[in-house]
Nanobody, 124 residues
Framework: QVQLVESGGGLVQAGGSLRLSCVASARAFSQYAMGWFRQAPGKEREFVAAVGWRGRSTLYGDSVKGRFTISRDNVKNTVYLQMNSLAPEDTAVYYC?????????????????WGQGTQVTVSP
């Protein structure tokens, strides 16, 4: 059973930065693509970023491109989301997800395992 545990969320002022981390219990973590999604109250879950198994292929949602960076450390079984220039519109619960495929994807249906989420709140 794969477990994903996110951390790093919190309250930050607009313009600030946060770095989210997600540790995976998966034995073959280095073979899997990883993604970050977010969900704000009353809205559907939204794709944020994804990274392929080696960390070389990345995808970003249009709303975060140029501000967020996804990366991974396959030795530590961890994926990161560096979030800069945060805005109130980025307020949401952020979820880490694992795709047993090796290439990054924007589609929630591609991801088999999900974390419990970490809250990010950006004040004006």
């Amino acid at each position: 059973q794969v477990q994903l545990v996110e951390s790093g969320g919190g309250l930050v002022q607009a313009g600030g930065s946060l770095r989210l981390s997600c540790v995976a219990s998966a034995r073959a973590f280095s073979q899997y693509a990883m993604g970050w999604f977010r969900q704000a109250p009353g809205k559907e879950r939204e794709f944020v970023a994804a990274v392929g198994w080696r960390g070389r292929s990345t995808l970003y949602g249009d709303s975060v491109k140029g501000r967020f960076t996804i990366s991974r450390d396959n030795v530590k079984n961890t994926v990161y989301l560096q979030m800069n220039s945060l805005a109130p519109e980025d307020t949401a619960v952020y979820y880490c997800a694992l795709d047993v495929g090796s290439l990054p994807s924007r589609r929630t249906s591609e991801y088999e395992y999900w974390g419990q989420g970490t809250q990010v709140t950006v004040s004006p």
